[in-house]
């Protein structure tokens, strides 16, 4: 993982995209020898004119106006220990907002802000935040009811970097599998967290039975909204499940 950013550093990005009533997100690029490699922050809104911000990204001020006229970031999600790299920064922006993040990576968080709670604390019934079985508590996912529908958010579970954008970027999406082909678990985050793969692969499973599921929205890579149900299902065979 690149240092952790101390100050807000605006790296390039693009405009924040609504895919339901309140649920905006927008890619970002880490910046990387050869290439940017692809990221992705999502935010979503609260009653209580609030926000929930998941793996914390700068933006150009227009676009941060965007996400405050949707409501006041009220909490900084930390999906995982690996997507720390803004999170002080946007403290430091919204001392008020509460730092949350899974209790497998709440040491590592800890390291560059203090964590406020490993725990659903939204107070919003639309949203639910679970921590994913099978990797030691090092990941979250969250669960958003909008429009009729469910969209799911996971971290590094699952990726689809689809249109890596250079030569590094190629290298490391194809070498780390980070789903150049279909969405899929990248082989880091097997060697790294990955402990108990059908755990996690039931999980998959699961998730993959809510009727209601329209998307799935992934920390690198594109928006998943082909058969998300069926992505769930193959990813949770890749596991066995």
Request: charge should be positive; charged fraction near 25%; hydrophobic fraction near 40%.
């Amino acid at each position: 993982m690149p240092k952790v950013h101390e100050t807000w550093q605006v790296e390039p990005h693009g405009r924040l995209k609504a895919v339901a009533d309140g649920l905006l997100t927008v890619s970002g690029e880490i910046q990387m020898p050869l290439g940017h490699f692809p990221r992705r922050m999502t935010v979503v809104g609260l009653r209580g004119n609030r926000t929930a911000i998941w793996s914390c990204i700068p933006l150009a001020e227009p676009e941060m106006h965007e996400i405050e006229a949707l409501g006041e970031p009220a909490f900084l999600i930390v999906p995982g220990a690996g997507h720390r790299l803004d999170i002080k920064p946007w403290k430091l922006r919204y001392p008020q907002a509460k730092i949350v993040c899974p209790p497998g990576a709440r040491e590592a968080v800890e390291k560059v802000v203090y964590v406020d709670s490993t725990a659903d604390i939204f107070d919003d019934p639309s949203v639910r935040m679970e921590t994913v079985p099978g990797v030691a508590e090092k990941e979250a996912a969250l669960f958003v009811r909008r429009d009729g529908g469910t969209t799911l958010v996971v971290n590094d579970i699952l990726a689809n970097v689809r249109h890596p954008y250079g030569i590094g970027a190629h290298i490391m999406a194809r070498l780390l599998g980070f789903g150049v082909n279909r969405p899929s678990t990248p082989r880091a985050a097997r060697w790294f967290f990955v402990k108990d793969g059908k755990a996690l692969g039931a999980a998959f499973r699961k998730w993959s039975e809510d009727p209601d599921l329209v998307r799935i929205i992934v920390s690198h890579g594109d928006v998943i909204t082909n058969k998300p149900r069926k992505v769930l299902e193959r990813v949770a065979q890749d596991f066995g499940a």
